[in-house]
């Protein structure tokens, strides 16, 4: 459950832009405020059930975006070769500075 929580939070961080105010407000509170499906219910006046479906729709959705756009991969990919590199150069005992400058402006853009 958490992977999955882990997941849904990065590609909405991805691709919020996509989704319409009432997806994004559904998922912030559900995922990043951890409010429960009731909770949202009473705070937009609506069912559990439509809660529910809402988000379940969006997931969906997401899972979408990120099938045809890899955003969420790419970063994966990212990170994963940056940590090569830092691996790298802790094991190198001649440290390199221009290559820690170019290491540290490459962990920045993301």
Not at 8 to 28: E, G, H, I, V, W
Not at 30 to 46: K, N, Q, R, T
Not at 78 to 85: A, E, K, N
């Amino acid at each position: 459950m958490l992977e999955k929580t882990t997941r849904m939070n990065y590609l909405f961080d991805f691709y919020q832009a996509l989704l319409t105010p009432k997806q994004r407000s559904y998922m912030s509170l559900y995922y990043l405020d951890d409010y429960s499906l009731g909770e949202i219910a009473e705070e937009f006046d609506v069912s559990r059930q439509a809660v529910y479906d809402n988000i379940k729709r969006t997931e969906q959705m997401l899972e979408q975006y990120e099938e045809k756009l890899l955003l969420f991969q790419r970063f994966q990919e990212r990170q994963s070769i940056v940590q090569q590199l830092k691996d790298e150069l802790a094991a190198n005992l001649n440290k390199n500075s221009k290559l820690s400058s170019l290491l540290d402006s490459l962990e920045k853009l993301d």
